[in-house]
Nanobody
Framework: QVQLVESGGGLVQPGGSLRLSCAAS??????????MGWYRQAPGKQRELVAGVSRFGGTDYADFVKGRFTISRDNAKKTVYLQMNYLEFEDTAVYYCNAGGRPGPSNAGGRPGPYWGQGTQVTVSS
């Protein structure tokens, strides 16, 4: 069974930064082989892709975070990170870690994998 545990969310002012972490574990779960992603869901909205990182380190981002967010992974620590800079009110959402998906947006064949974390709340407010 795969477990994904997010941390690092919180309250931040517009223009501020946060770093989310997602620690993966599970018997037989080879983190190195999995595509990892971050998704988010704001109140009243559908869950949407934020960023993804392949097992080779290639990255993809939603247009609304390009230049502001950076996804990375540390295979030795079985952890994926999301560095979020220049946060905006519209970034307020619950952020979820995902494992096992396909890269890219849904209209290009991308899709989330079967494994989800419990989510971490990010609130951007003045």
């Amino acid at each position: 069974q795969v477990q994904l545990v997010e941390s690092g969310g919180g309250l931040v002012q517009p223009g501020g930064s946060l770093r989310l972490s997602c620690a993966a574990s599970g018997i037989g779960f080879n983190f190195n082989l999995y595509h990892m992603g971050w998704y988010r869901q704001a109140p009243g909205k559908q869950r949407e892709l934020v960023a993804g990182v392949s097992r080779f380190g290639g990255t993809d981002y939603a247009d609304f975070v390009k230049g502001r967010f950076t996804i990375s992974r540390d295979n030795a620590k079985k952890t994926v990170y999301l560095q979020m800079n220049y946060l905006e009110f519209e970034d307020t959402a619950v952020y979820y870690c995902n494992a096992g998906g396909r890269p890219g947006p849904s209209n290009a064949g991308g899709r989330p994998g079967p494994y989800w974390g419990q989510g971490t709340q990010v609130t951007v407010s003045s």
